[in-house]
């Protein structure tokens, strides 16, 4: 086993096509740590390393899982994730996107064939009483497993036996990236240097769709949405348009759900006016230019007030703010939407759905885009395939033609069990793309909870073999006289909400001796709405848990 010439080969291969490539180094915990400093070795990296693990004393820069999001809008050319413990599928959601292009993903796991079987500490979360760990499933680990077994990028190796299994070979030319452009001065508002800090053509087109908001008044007011994956540049759009129109005297809003999500819109429009020459002052949350424009973050409450009437409200992360909150912003006469699409921290077609009709109504000229070209690394990258189908990123319901004439009389109610979603691909996807689509704050460690969870089911209505209706159901009660005392005498007991609050507020010590289910999700395709399917799905539930499923 040569782990710094397969590490050497992967990073020389991942820098050739701009890409990045996975090393598995599956087994002993100890071995495993030892080997990847090996790699590290060969692949010739001597710093911008990060081991994620919660062993201490590395000579590289260390971070605990659960605060894996700090790594978040930072790029490392290594980065080594220790699964044996503290380990989620948030952890490996947040890092994969870390690591830039010609980088390594590292993987610390234990031997493959017993991975699935070995909970690990993230099984202790969805062990909620009364079941324990032992009822927790091992679904998704398989399913991971499979996905490093089978995937183009992904090298494996077993530290116990010396063994190499994989070398992770692309069978691909890599493609070529594209070029920004800068429109013609005749067609123009924004600066020069602006578009020359575009790195695609994507975000070239998305900042000239961008300058509608330069030109909008009373009369002619504008809104553009920009949707993307994560790793696509809108917020780097987004700032440079801001810092285009600061440095032509506008006044510009920035909100979004945290300050620090806007970080980067604020870091690029100082950057912009910075090369500009017309940087007058930067303070927290604050940017003035020359001209006399400024970039200023408001919260998205204080923001809907329109504080100081701006010339342009930018709004990042849009999808993740009520819709009532979204429609608020279209009172400015010029505002623009980012929002992600496909990412670990949920995914924004639920955006689009949600807010379209109240666009379509709103007295804007509308404009939207959708960026596809990665700014990190190349695209194509195969260990970007590799985690959207490892964590399901890319999840989304089934097209709307093929549910368009869903109706109560024409679908089936189906109670599949956690392993026929994890036997059926298909299904899955349209599953957990509707629980996507309908709540933005889906993330990964929902689908294995998903696949997982002893106390969760699923329940659908189903139109010629595609989900069109979908409930998550969490079981609750059925406690133990323990249990039920400690519940009593204030202590909070997970995944038992109603046990909880009857106990807590009704003095009740017997609440949690019967058995129910709460309904913790609940969507309906959009495309099939406003039909009665909602309703049909939570009759049909309650006629199964009444006895009646008729």
């Known amino acids: 086993m040569n782990v710094a010439g397969l590490a050497g080969a992967l990073r020389t291969a991942a820098e050739r096509a701009d890409h990045r490539r996975v090393l598995v180094l599956a087994g002993d915990r100890s071995a495993g740590i030892d080997a990847a400093f090996d790699a590290v070795e060969g692949a010739g990296v001597s710093d911008d390393v990060t081991f994620v693990t919660t062993r201490e004393g590395f000579r590289f820069e260390r971070v605990a899982p659960e605060r894996a999001d700090r790594l978040l809008g930072t ?38 064939d017993a991975w699935p079987d070995r909970a690990g500490s993230f099984a202790d979360s969805l062990a909620v009483p009364p079941f324990g760990v032992g009822d927790v499933g091992g679904r998704f680990r398989e399913r991971l497993v499979d996905t490093l077994r089978t995937h183009p990028g992904v090298a494996v190796v077993d530290v116990d036996a010396g063994e190499v299994e994989r070398r992770g070979e692309v069978e691909r030319s890599p493609p070529v990236r594209s070029s920004p452009t800068t429109p013609a001065a005749a067609v123009r508002r924004f600066p020069t240097a602006a578009y020359e800090a575009c790195v695609t053509a994507d975000q070239s087109r998305a900042l000239h769709a961008l300058e509608a908001l330069d030109a909008a008044d009373a009369s002619s007011r504008a809104a553009v949405v920009v949707e993307a994956d994560r790793g696509r540049g809108k917020s780097s759009a987004a700032g440079l348009a801001a810092g285009s129109l600061a440095a032509a005297g506008r006044d510009v809003v920035v909100t979004a759900p945290a300050r620090r999500s806007a970080a980067e819109v604020f870091d690029r429009g100082a950057e912009l006016l910075s090369n500009l020459g017309q940087l007058d002052r930067q303070e927290e949350g604050t940017i003035a230019s020359d001209a006399g424009g400024r970039i200023r973050f408001r919260e998205p409450g204080a923001a809907a007030d329109l504080p100081g009437d701006p010339d342009a409200v930018l709004v990042d992360e849009a999808a993740a703010l009520p819709v009532r909150r979204l429609s608020s912003f279209l009172a400015a006469d010029a505002v623009g939407f980012f929002t992600t699409v496909h990412g670990y921290e949920g995914a924004g077609r639920g955006f689009s759905v949600r807010f379209s009709e109240r666009l379509a109504d709103a007295a804007h000229d509308l404009e939207e885009l959708t960026l596809s070209e990665p700014i990190r690394y190349a695209p194509e990258d195969p260990v970007e395939s590799w985690a959207f189908r490892a964590l399901l990123l890319d999840a989304r319901p089934a097209v709307d033609p093929l549910v368009a004439d869903a109706s109560p009389a024409s679908v089936a109610y189906e109670a599949p069990s956690a392993a026929d979603l994890a036997a059926d691909e298909h299904r899955l996807r349209e599953v957990f793309g509707l629980l996507v689509l309908a709540h933005y704050r889906t993330e990964p460690d929902d689908l294995a909870r998903l696949l997982d969870a002893p106390n969760l089911r699923v329940r659908t209505l189903e139109h010629d073999g595609h989900v069109v209706s979908v409930a998550l159901l969490a079981r609750e009660g059925g406690l133990d006289a323990d249990i039920r005392e400690r519940m009593y005498e204030g202590e909070r007991v997970r995944g038992n909400m109603l046990p909880d609050v009857l106990t807590s507020q009704l003095r009740d010590e017997a609440a949690g001796v019967p058995v129910g289910h709460r309904i913790v999700r609940i969507a309906t395709h959009h495309a099939a709405r406003s039909r009665g399917l909602g309703s049909a799905l939570l009759a049909r539930i309650r006629g199964e848990f009444d006895g009646d499923a008729d």
């Open 75 to 112: 790029t490392r050319d290594v980065v080594v994730c220790d699964t044996h413990e503290g380990f989620s599928p948030n952890v490996l959601g947040r890092l994969v996107g870390v690591v830039d292009g010609g980088g390594l993903f590292v993987l610390l796991t234990p031997p493959l």
